[in-house]
């Protein structure tokens, strides 16, 4: 059993940023794959980045490429979410995850954070 503590969110203006930790007790096991979700009021819960852990390739949704960075510390069991240039519509609780397959789909991810709420004012 993972879980999961995030931490790092807050409330700050656009185009300012935001670095989100996610510290893991229990064992991470080289072939997970360590995800970044967020949710915004009233709607579904998004993909936000990926990384696999034993082997630290990424991938991003469009809408965070290029300005979000996803990755992660073994010797510390933590996932990192580095964010900048934040917009408004980054607004959302952010959560991290944990799961066997690499993906943007929230069914493949077994353990979650609580998540950490993120607010960009503009």
């Known amino acids: 059993q993972v879980q999961f503590v995030e931490s790092g969110g807050g409330l700050v203006q656009a185009g300012e940023s935001l670095r989100l930790s996610c510290a893991a007790s229990?064992?991470?096991?080289?072939?997970?794959?360590m995800g970044w979700f967020r949710q915004a009021p009233g709607k579904e819960r998004e993909f936000v980045a990926a990384i696999r852990w034993g082997y630290p390739t990424t991938f991003y949704a469009d809408s965070v490429k290029g300005r979000f960075t996803i990755s992660r510390d073994i010797a510390k069991n933590t996932v990192y979410l580095q964010m900048n240039s934040l917009k408004p519509e980054d607004t959302a609780i952010y959560y991290c995850?944990?799961?066997?397959?690499?993906?943007?789909?929230?069914?493949?991810?077994?353990?979650w954070g609580q998540g950490t709420q993120v607010t960009v004012s503009s």
């Open positions: 995850a944990a799961g066997s397959r690499y993906s943007g789909w929230s069914t493949d991810y077994d353990y």
């Open positions: 229990g064992r991470i096991f080289s072939n997970y794959v």
